[in-house]
């Protein structure tokens, strides 16, 4: 509990490139194995040997000072329930200002599915976000949501209920009344560049360095 607890820490202050890690643990903390133990320390050794990183915030590059996300899910990751993983990132000019690695709440039947369930929880730290920004006199008419799943991008975009959608909670289809005034306007990208897929399952080597360096804004 207390190695957990330190790298949870960790990950909330300046590490969202352990946060899908530091969210396998948490799930173990009541009932842990000699597994979990080796998997912390597995975390502990890699920031060991990644000591010298951590999130850079820097000037914006750009004037463009509105906020921007990326949005993932990974259906069914976890075994035991068959819930999905949920895994977004929020930035502000160049630098992630909110990021978040967790286990849905509920079971999805398609990737279709838990995308769009992630999707709603994104949109809930954008429209906070925003609000946080209003207040402070910094207005953004618009803010883009990245997603690489297409079905879900479009079920967002469609207000009809048809038979494979209509059993989704109704909770989560507030997200279309945000598309369709404007507020949030959703963009497909490739796999290979959704930022956000690295706080859902593990990658491999060399795709998971390429989405920590922008995690981290070491672009």
């Known amino acids: 509990r207390e190695v957990v607890g330190c790298l949870m820490y960790l990950m909330v202050a300046t590490r969202p490139d352990i946060a899908y890690a530091v969210g396998v643990l948490s799930r173990q903390v009541s009932n842990p194995t000699q597994r979990s133990w ?4 597995r ?3 890699y920031l060991l040997y990644t000591k010298h990183l951590g999130l850079r ?5 750009t004037p463009d000072f509105t906020p921007s ?4 899910a990974d259906w069914g990751r976890d075994s035991d329930t068959a819930r999905s993983t949920t ?5 502000l000019g160049n630098a992630p200002i909110i990021w978040a690695s967790r286990m849905q709440k509920c079971v999805a039947l398609s990737s279709t599915e838990s995308e769009y369930i992630a999707l709603s929880e994104c949109v809930k730290e954008v429209l906070w976000v925003t609000r946080l920004l209003a207040d402070l006199g910094l207005n953004c008419p618009k803010i883009s949501i990245f ?11 469609n207000p009809v209920f048809h038979k494979r959608t209509k059993h989704i909670n109704i909770r989560y289809h507030f997200v279309r009344e945000h598309v369709s005034d404007g507020s949030i306007e959703l963009t497909w990208v490739p796999t290979s560049e959704m930022i ?3 706080l859902t399952k593990p990658l491999a080597q060399p795709a998971f360095e ?3 360096r922008r995690l981290l804004n070491m672009m």
């Open 147 to 157: 997603e690489d799943n297409a079905g879900c991008i479009k079920l967002a975009k």
């Open 69 to 72: 996300a990326y949005v993932d």
């Open 87 to 91: 895994g977004c990132v929020l930035f």
């Open 38 to 41: 080796t998997q912390a320390k």
């Open 57 to 61: 915030i820097t000037r914006c590059r």
């Open 196 to 198: 956000a897929d690295a």
């Open 210 to 212: 390429g989405k920590r």
């Open 43 to 45: 975390v502990l050794k």
